[in-house]
Structures are given as C-alpha cells and as structure tokens.
C-alpha cells in the first residue's frame, strides 16, 4: 500500500461495513495522508475514538474492560452465539457447562434514558431502588437521537421494558430496558 508493506482486513469494530490497515508506524503518517486526499472526493472523514465507541455501542459490541471481562461468563454477557460447546474441551468449558445448566442469574442489557440525562461507564444502576451494578458502556447517540447503555441486571428484572434508574450526578434518572442491537446496519 502506497509502498508500505500492510496488511488490510475488512474487519471493524464499528457494526459497520470497513476495513482496517495494519502497517508500521513509520509508514502511517504517509498512508494516512494519502488515504484522505484520495478519499476526499467520496466524503472520507477521519473520525476519532469517540465516534468509534458510539458505533460499537450502538451495535451491541461489547468492549472487554467494560462490558465484558473475567467476572462476566459468555452465558451473562449474551455472547452465547459465539461459544460451541461442541466443538471439545477448552480453558472455562466446565464451567460454563454447568452454568448452562443451573441458568444465570444476571445478563448484559441494553437501555435507554428516558429522562435527560447520558449514562456514563461506571454510573451506578438501581432497579427497585436498589442498587444492581454500574453502568458498563454509556453515551449518547446522535444518529439514534437519544441516550443508551449496557448494565447487567438480575435476571429476573431485565425484561423489555422494565423501568430501572441511572444515578449521574447524585440523582436518579429514569431508563427503560430495550433490545438489542440498539441500530443494526442495512447491508
């Protein structure tokens, strides 16, 4: 690429059609450069971290350090789709066979505010007043018009629909529990 040796996935961690370039550091003021110039004309912008962690929430990515880590299972993370238990033994595997099997009793979640206010990572969530966790992920989202998160919650208080709070800033602020992906792309 443009004399630099990459390599170039049509990966992302967006929820959106894109691609990603690995290539050395020296090499990536010059790609970058002329990636814009050439793009100018379709409308290519650069966009920073932010914007990234706004798509990837929108689509339900969950991000290991917040939505997911080594306290949370696949089970309660809703990343049931990408475990095979069939496919033989691995580090964690008796363990999730057994959740499997007694059922979990929390489970990640999505919501939106239904009072100003944007959830933040971290924010302490409270379903009848009590307090169930932090908030894992939260931002607003301009597309969606509307603030949304990720908290997990008791299972037996995480349907659609369930009214919970999100104290920011000492006060609690009214949320609602809703499907997920919040936005899922049109291919």
Known sequence: MLGAKALVSRTGYTGEDGF???LDN???PKVWRELMKRGEKFGVKPCGLVARDTLRLEAKMALYGNDIDDAHTAW???LGWIVKMGKGDFIGRDALSKQKETGITRILK???MTE?????HGYPVFVDGAEV???TSGSPAPYLKKNIGLTYLPIEKSAEGRAIEIGIRGKNVKAIVVPTPFYKRQK
């Open 26 to 28: 020296a090499d990536a």
């Open 76 to 78: 309660e993370a809703d």
């Open 110 to 112: 999505g919501f939106e």
């Open 20 to 22: 990603e370039i690995y």
């Open 116 to 120: 100003p206010g944007i959830a933040r």
């Open 133 to 135: 966790g932090p908030v």
